[in-house]
């Protein structure tokens, strides 16, 4: 089941993320903490019926999810990850923040995960 296989893939980006940090690789480690979270959006998506293609619509996904769980903390959470996706570009966070961004996903992967 293609859902099942995204939510995989999620759990395991966050995981190689920690890795990735612990190695002092700070930019890699934002970048598999951005698809740790789009990952587990994507699997909400497939299974809905939504489109999920691409940043716009994982975004919308996101959105759509805090409006209907009445959780807001899901689009804070979900910019969280998208500004990890913006420091593999940038490299400009500093491992603390990296590290407090890859929890902030962790968080993001359990309400997600509840919802699916």
Not at 19 to 29: I, V, W, Y
Request: no cysteine; glycine share 8%; proline share 2%.
């Amino acid at each position: 089941m293609v859902s099942q296989t995204f939510q995989e893939a999620s759990r395991r980006l966050l995981k190689q993320g920690l890795e990735e940090l612990a190695r002092g690789d700070t930019r890699q480690a934002s970048e598999k903490g951005w698809g740790a979270a789009a990952q587990m959006l994507k699997s909400i998506a497939e299974r809905r019926g939504w489109d999920h293609r691409g940043h716009r619509h994982i975004r919308d996904v996101s959105a759509r999810l805090a409006r209907e769980s009445g959780d807001a903390e899901i689009r804070r959470l979900y910019r969280v990850a998208s500004d990890l996706h913006t420091n593999f570009y940038e490299d400009i966070d500093p491992p603390d923040e990296v590290a407090a961004g890859l929890d902030d996903v962790g968080l993001l992967l359990d309400k997600l995960e509840r919802l699916a």
